[in-house]
């Protein structure tokens, strides 16, 4: 919760600052979707027991719900697992399920893992449906023994094909195992992804009683049959954001309220090469020179304001914030900066003349590191472990209207999201809602819909919004008072 105190001095700083900026005041109280970054998502799913590594993490951040999930046994019991490759505006996540601890890439020399095997299979056997959404893709089922840490065998095989009721597969390991390992590690995945880095969108693998076969016991910690679950919980989304979970995180060295955004620079691999992966967040993406998504944004002059504190490993470093805006889906302009080391936080700002333009959408980038176009790999290995904490971000505009998150996300609240059928706009009793609207926009800017608030339950239904993303903008006598996001399934 954001104290007495600080929102007293973020208003004491707005007073000074719009005196001293030039601010259009159409129109007054643009509102950055969670500016503050107050709001983190979390989500509980099931996963079964023993399988510690899955994309349902990165596929709540992509798509905001699992892809690795429970239905109904397809042979025996009463569980099998599916596994489905989804796909956002920004990118596609592959279903995977694995007992493995680290699986860096496609190349089995860097799995890591496993459940314990004193058992010598000749083979592999269950039950499968597959209904691929492309006939190129095909779902994978990958098994490693090791004995003592080294390798012993890896074993791949495809499934292809449609398949929409249950079918057997039956593998031979060839060529045979030649000593009883001490441990196993499986694989599944939804898409070839061992050729194929994202896969493609729908393809989707269920699996039920899978064992091996020429034993007369199966590895206790198999759960083949995917009988056993588990309950985990997603960590902490920024919301209203696109994010990455490797190294975007919440953290409470907050200016305002009680939580700040952390990008982190870190290191990955691109088959086997080394790989630089600046923190990054967003609100929009960019596809053929403008960019798609982004939040509903009236202005012409304005400045965008935010704090920050950056650490870079390398004193060469940069951090960048950028903004950007469209009307009637062109491009129109924007600004950007970058931010060098600060060790306390440090007022930004970002100035916008649209050149009596005026925009009805915008798009803000943020990243750790400025190591785009750099050509020397050693300057891109040292940023590695840069730090970027951001908090307060927000225009002008909408900072003269003394209004805050916390202020707002106390009184008015929206569930379940994601909607199935229909959902709920509650607000507070105490809340006066004398000319209040909630608008309701498409993820390119059109508005869909826009309604009245009359009474302090407010319900939509689904047969008014198709399948997809919204972003919706509640305003009080034509000021912005809440933004967010309804994601409808």
């Known amino acids: 919760m954001k104290t007495v105190t600080l929102s007293l001095l973020l208003l004491l700083f707005t007073s000074w600052f719009v005196r001293a900026q030039v601010v259009n005041p159409i129109p007054n109280g643009n509102f950055v979707p969670n500016g503050n970054f107050e709001k983190w998502d979390s989500i509980v799913y099931q996963q079964p027991t023993f399988y510690g590594m899955s994309s349902n993490e990165e596929s709540y951040y992509y798509v ?5 999930t429970q239905v109904p046994s397809i042979a025996n019991g009463s569980y099998a697992v599916q596994l489905k490759t989804v796909a956002s505006v920004s990118d596609t996540a592959g279903g995977i399920l694995s007992n493995a601890t680290l ?21 592999m056997s269950g ?6 959404s492309d006939r190129s893709d095909s779902a994978v089922v990958a098994v490693q023994f090791k004995k003592s840490g080294s390798v012993l065998a890896t074993y791949i095989y495809y499934l292809s ?3 929409t009721t249950s079918t057997n597969f039956n593998f031979t390991f060839t060529p045979a195992l030649s000593q009883t390992p001490d441990s196993v590690l499986l694989i599944f995945l939804s898409s070839d992804l061992v050729h194929s880095k994202n896969g493609k969108p729908g393809s989707t693998l269920i699996l039920d009683n899978v064992s091996f076969t020429g034993v007369s016991s199966q590895p206790t910690m198999l759960n083949g049959d995917f009988e056993q679950w588990q309950t985990l919980s997603t960590q902490p989304k920024l919301a209203d954001w696109y994010s990455n979970p490797d190294n975007v995180a919440r953290t409470t060295d907050a200016k305002i309220g009680s939580y700040a955004v952390e990008l ?11 790989s630089l992966w600046p923190g990054y967040i967003t609100n929009g993406n960019w596809s053929n020179s403008t960019f798609a998504g ?35 889906g062109t491009s129109i302009g924007g600004n950007g900066t970058t931010l060098s080391a600060a060790s306390t936080y440090t007022l930004g700002k970002l100035p916008i003349n649209l050149g009596g333009n005026i925009s009805d959408s915008a798009m803000i980038q943020i990243t750790s590191s400025y190591w785009q176009g ?27 209207t003394g209004v805050t998150d916390q202020q707002l996300n106390t009184k008015i609240s929206f569930y379940p999201n994601p909607m199935k059928e229909s959902g709920l706009f509650q607000f507070s009793p105490d809340m006066d809602l004398n000319n209040v609207e909630i608008t309701f926009y498409r993820v390119d800017g059109a508005m869909v819909k826009k309604l009245l608030v009359q009474n302090h339950h407010v319900v939509i239904s689904k047969a008014d919004f198709p399948v997809g993303i919204y972003f919706y903008k509640i305003t009080q006598k034509n000021n912005a008072i809440k933004t967010g996001k309804i994601v409808v399934e």
């Open 64 to 68: 905001g719900m699992p892809n690795v």
């Open 103 to 123: 699986l860096n890439g496609p190349d089995p020399a860097t799995w890591k893992g496993g459940i314990p095997c004193s058992v010598m299979p000749t083979g």
């Open 127 to 132: 039950y499968y449906e597959y209904n691929v």
């Open 161 to 163: 094909g449609l398949h």
């Open 264 to 274: 982190t620079t870190i290191a990955s691999t691109n088959n086997g090469n080394f």
């Open 294 to 328: 982004g939040f509903p944004c009236v202005v012409s002059n304005d400045t965008l304001v935010f704090w920050y504190k950056y650490s870079p490993a390398n004193p060469h470093d940069l951090a960048n914030i950028s903004i950007s805006f469209k009307k009637n």
């Open 374 to 400: 750099q050509t020397w790999a050693d300057t891109a290995r040292s940023y590695v472990g840069a730090v970027l904490k951001v908090d307060g971000l927000a225009f002008a505009s909408d900072l003269r």
